[in-house]
Structures are given as C-alpha cells and as structure tokens.
C-alpha cells in the first residue's frame, strides 16, 4: 500500500526559504531547489512558492529534472508568495533548480508530497 508524507525541500531542511544566488539562464550553475525521491516508482509531488524582494518583476527560471527547456515565471515585486507550481511530480533522484534574472532577490518556499509504494 501507498505511503503519503510532506516533507520539507531537500535544500531546506528547516523550512527557510531558498534565495536564489546565481543568474538567468539556466546553465548549470544553479542554485539547487530539492532533489526527489531515489528510484521510479516513489514520486515527490513538488509545490513551490516565490517571493521577490525586488522592486520590479523578475524573472525566475527552474530546471525540472533532465527536462531540456526551463520554466520561465516573472514573479512580480513585493507582492507576497505566488504559486510557481503545485504538485508536480519528479522521481528518480532528479534535481529541481533555479535561476533568476536578478540575483539575490527571490526567495522560494515550498514543499514535496512523498508518494511511496510499498
């Protein structure tokens, strides 16, 4: 039988928020948001939030997994938490990362729902 249990980001094991330090695109550099489950059959149901503590709109890019293109999201200026995603599901020990178009000014918050078959 199946197993559900919310965990924090592999990247925040206390729950801070992830300030994303390195600079659009996506190239390898990145900063490292969660890294999922070992294996095919469990899956981490990722949920991500963003905050920019900029005063203009930046853009954030994520790297989900060996997927080649990122994800682009503008995430406005100080205007709270926005849902960059909800329950998206990676397995298999892939990597979720970040960048941004200005340094140093989102933070992500979020966490996985653990999906293990037993």
């Known amino acids: 039988m199946a197993t559900l249990s919310k965990i924090m980001l592999s990247e925040s094991a206390d729950g801070d928020g992830i300030r994303i330090g390195t600079a659009a695109p996506i190239d390898g550099s990145d900063t490292t948001i969660h890294t999922a489950v070992t294996g095919t059959t469990d899956k981490d149901l990722v ?13 954030l890019h994520l790297k ?19 849902l960059v995603c909800a329950d998206l599901p990676i397995s298999d020990a892939n990597v979720i990362t970040a960048s941004a178009a200005t340094v140093d ?11 293990d078959v037993a």
């Open 47 to 59: 949920t991500l939030f963003a905050y920019n503590d900029h005063t203009a709109a930046v853009a």
């Open 64 to 82: 989900w997994g060996d997927t080649t293109d990122s994800i682009i999201q503008s995430i406005p200026a100080q205007e709270g938490l926005v």
């Open 105 to 115: 000014v989102i933070t992500i918050f979020g966490y996985a729902n653990r999906i």
